[in-house]
Every structure is written in C-alpha cells, then in structure tokens.
C-alpha cells in the first residue's frame, strides 16, 4: 500500500481509534488517572526516542517496563476500565435485553416502574426543610455489594417513607437509600467515595459517596445537601448541581420512563387537585 492508497476500510479504521480514544479521555478526565495516563504516554514516548537513539542500556530497561503493557494498564486502571465495559454494556446495549422477562413482560404484567412523583415530591421537602438525603436510583440491580452493608427494607416507595428514614434522629439518615424501580430496597448503605476533582471542595461526604457511586455502577443518584438545601444528581461520573424540583421531574421522567411524552403533562393534574409542589 502506498501513501496515498487509503481505502473505506482505513478510514473507518482511523474513525474507530479516534472515537476509542475520546471515549477514554472522557472516562479519565477530572480523575487523577488523567496523571497516570499522561505518565505512561511520557515513558513510552522516551523509549522510542531512546531506541532510535540506540542507547541499549536505557533502551533495555524502558522495555522491560514497556513489555508489561495491557496487564500493568489492567492493574492501574481496573477502575475505569470497569466504567468503560459497564458503559457498553449498559448504555449502548440497554435496549437490547433477552431476558425471558423482557421478553413476556406484555403478556405476563407490565414492569414495575420507579415511583418518580414520590422521589421528587421527597426531595423538594426534604430541601425546604434543610434535611440532608442520598438516593441511588437503578433500574433492575440491587447493587448487593453496597445494599449488604445497610438494611434491607423491601417496601414501596412512598413521599412518607422516604422523609422518615433521613429524618435527622432516624439511625439510617446518615446512610444511602438504595430504590430498585418501585421499591426502597435498602437504606443506611455505605457508597464508595469518589477521588474525582470534578467536585468542588465545598461539597462534602455526601455528595463525593453520591459521585463515587455513580462513577462505578449504572444507577441515577441525587443528593439534597443538609447545609443550603440544594438538590444536586449525579449520572455517568458526571454531576449536575442546583436542580430545581418541576426540573429534577422531568429529568427522571427522561431517565424511567419508558414511553414519556411532553403532551402527557402530569402538573395539569396536581394543580387542578391544588397538590402541585413543583411551583418553585
């Protein structure tokens, strides 16, 4: 092939690692694997120099250290390498889903659904009343690795519920309560925290265990900070402060619900029983 003998096949090619490799600078951005990363690059950068160079004893020992590859990669990066397999398995291939379940679901019953009125309703009160809340949110794991460390409660997700387990003299309000689609499943769960500098430094446990959870599993998180009453959610590693309660509705309309439509607009109903507490 010539230098200028660039086929389809090529290009796609070119496309394919360059996508590869944005995919992976998104992963690794804000995180101190970003440093890790650039060394690496730096020490395989200076060992090509020093192997066109022809200087054999640093050429030698770079290559000893360079031979190790994917399994020192595997090692340093175990991390975000499970965010990026989580990531194709769950974000691009969430549709594709051949479970006998899914596959009976309209002939046997309907899939219970997350109670969203229920989750935003609690968190606006909640943040009126200053009461401190973390809520992870998945839609079919019940994430055991983290519900064992709490207590299991099984029960369906209620406004009531919800307030009386962060209540401030409730002994699960420190904890993390985990909602599996219609059920509060566990509360008082310990989460991972997050090392990310994505997080300003004036958030505190709480949301840094909110980041950390959502960076190492596929859930939709949502924090309501004790000190200013802000509700903040967190997808993907990604965190989205400041959330208003009619916009935290839409937001987890656009995450649960299966077939939501704009036209279908629930406010309508509340104001109309004057239950609406999505005013502000």
Not at 84 to 89: A, R, Y
Not at 93 to 109: C, D, M, R
Request: charged share 20%.
């Amino acid at each position: 092939m010539t230098f200028l003998d660039i086929g389809f096949v090529d290009i796609l090619d070119i496309v394919l690692v360059a996508y590869l490799f944005y995919r992976l600078y998104m992963l690794l951005k804000g995180t101190v694997a970003i440093n890790i990363f650039a060394g690496i690059l730096t020490v395989w950068a200076i060992w090509w120099i020093v192997k066109a160079l022809d200087m054999q004893l640093l050429s030698t020992i770079l290559g000893q250290f360079i031979s190790l590859g994917v399994l020192a990669l595997i090692i340093v990066f175990q991390q975000e390498l499970r965010r990026f397999f989580l990531l194709i398995g769950t974000e691009y291939l969430k549709n594709i889903n051949l479970s006998i379940e899914h596959i009976f679901s309209k002939i046997l019953k309907e899939e219970e659904e997350v109670k969203i009125y229920s989750i935003a309703v609690a968190c606006i009160n909640m943040a009126k009343k200053r009461t401190g809340a973390l809520i992870v949110i998945s839609n079919n794991s019940t994430l055991e690795a983290y519900s064992a460390e709490g207590t299991i409660i099984n029960a369906e997700t209620s406004v009531t519920l919800l307030e009386t387990i962060f209540f401030k003299n409730s002994p699960l309000h420190d904890g993390a309560v985990l909602i599996v689609k219609d059920k509060i499943y566990a509360a008082g769960c310990i989460l991972p925290v997050s090392k990310s500098h994505k997080l300003p430094q004036r958030y505190g446990l709480r949301h840094r265990s909110a980041l950390g959870i959502s960076e190492a599993t596929n859930t939709f998180v949502i924090a309501v900070s004790e000190e200013t009453g802000e509700i903040s959610y967190f997808r993907s590693g990604e965190f989205f402060p400041n959330v208003k309660g009619s916009e935290l509705r839409r937001i987890l309309e656009r995450e649960f619900l299966r077939e939501f439509k704009e036209t279908e607009n629930p406010i309508k109903k509340l104001k109309a029983l004057s239950l609406n507490p999505f005013k502000n």
